[in-house]
């Protein structure tokens, strides 16, 4: 076992707050004495353009994985969400620990919800996949883009720049700021993306004795409906500029996934975004995959191709 391990993290409050419960986790488990190598991100510093234009959110992990190549640091925390789905030669995904809420959350200083919103209201976020879904369930709304970390976004809320804002709820819970939350949307009324909720533990692939050591980390029900969540997303090419939505769950061997993609096209012309669900019994990771790559195709069956083509 490695006597003292250094996890490379970025250094936004939530992200620590990530790597800080890792390291937690793993003193208590393995007894390993462990450091944070607080990073910056090209995904932290570009906060003028969205992630689609960008580069994606990949941004967010490449300092970090140019750490575990360098030997700088043996592990890397990450949120889920944020891990593009295909990764570079040489790394893995060695745990993926139980997952906090994957619900959106409704933030405001004055409404309790997006129903009570009055028309033509602002709001604001980050994500074109939330775009999408807000714009179906309330097209009067001005859907405006909000980059930042957490404490950011709510700034510019309490400043006065939307009327409110839709985050992670998971986020806000972890830091404690859950009483910010007025509403949360139910999962098929808004549906996450994939591995929402969820945190990562990234290694170098050639590291066979921490990846051991990590698989007793693994939180099996998040684990294999992140896994099909992944595999939708692989299975359409998933990238930040693709208003694509997963989410599974795996309760008593069955899982249930709901998924959907959208048309990011400002101009009021686009069409309602494509939904499919699916249920079957699984009982490893190679079904939860099948599952999650069948869904992919109960959307291309229903035209996911023309969708696609609009937004590349």
Same mark, same amino acid.
């Given at each position: ?196 909720? /969820?945190?990562?533990? !990234?290694?170098?692939?050639?590291? =066979? %004795?921490?990846?051991? *050591?990590?698989? @007793?980390?693994? $939180? ?64 490893? /990771?190679?079904?939860? !995959?099948?599952?999650?790559?069948? =869904? %992919?195709?109960?959307? *291309?069956?229903? @035209?996911?191709? $023309? ?6």
């Amino acid at each position: 076992m490695n006597e003292s391990l250094i996890i490379a993290t970025r250094e936004s409050r939530l992200a620590l707050w990530q790597a800080e419960h890792v390291r937690a986790l793993l003193q208590q488990r393995l007894g390993a004495t462990v450091t944070l190598l607080g990073m910056t991100t090209r995904g932290d510093q570009i906060l003028d353009r969205t992630l689609s234009k960008v580069g994606g959110k990949g941004l967010f992990v490449k300092e970090l994985e140019t750490a575990l190549e360098e030997g700088r640091a043996h592990l890397a925390v990450h949120s889920l969400k944020d891990v593009p789905m295909v990764l570079p030669e040489g790394f893995a995904l060695a745990a993926i620990l139980e997952r906090e809420d994957p619900r959106d959350a409704f933030i405001s200083n004055r409404f309790d919800n997006l129903d009570a919103l009055p028309q033509g209201a602002r709001v604001g976020t980050s994500s074109l996949r939330r775009v999408v879904q807000l714009r179906a369930l309330r097209p009067d709304l001005r859907i405006e883009p909000l980059r930042g970390n957490l404490d950011t976004r709510l700034r510019k809320l309490d400043e006065g720049q939307f009327d409110a804002i839709v985050l992670a709820a998971a986020g806000l819970k972890r830091l404690e700021l859950a009483h910010r939350i007025r509403s949360v949307f139910d999962e098929k009324q808004m549906i996450p993306a994939a591995g929402q909720g /969820a945190l990562g533990i !990234e290694v170098r692939s050639d590291n =066979a %004795a921490l990846i051991q *050591q990590l698989a @007793g980390f693994i $939180d099996r029900p998040t684990w294999l409906a992140t896994i099909a969540e992944r595999a939708v997303s692989r299975a359409l090419g998933g990238s930040c500029s693709m208003p694509l939505a997963a989410h599974a769950t795996w309760t008593g061997g069955e899982m249930h996934i709901d998924v959907l993609i959208g048309e990011d096209v400002a101009d009021g012309t686009a069409r309602a975004p494509l939904r499919a669900q699916l249920q079957s019994p699984v009982a490893d /990771a190679a079904q939860a !995959e099948a599952l999650g790559a069948q =869904a %992919a195709q109960a959307l *291309q069956q229903q @035209g996911a191709a $023309d969708y696609l083509k609009a937004t590349h």
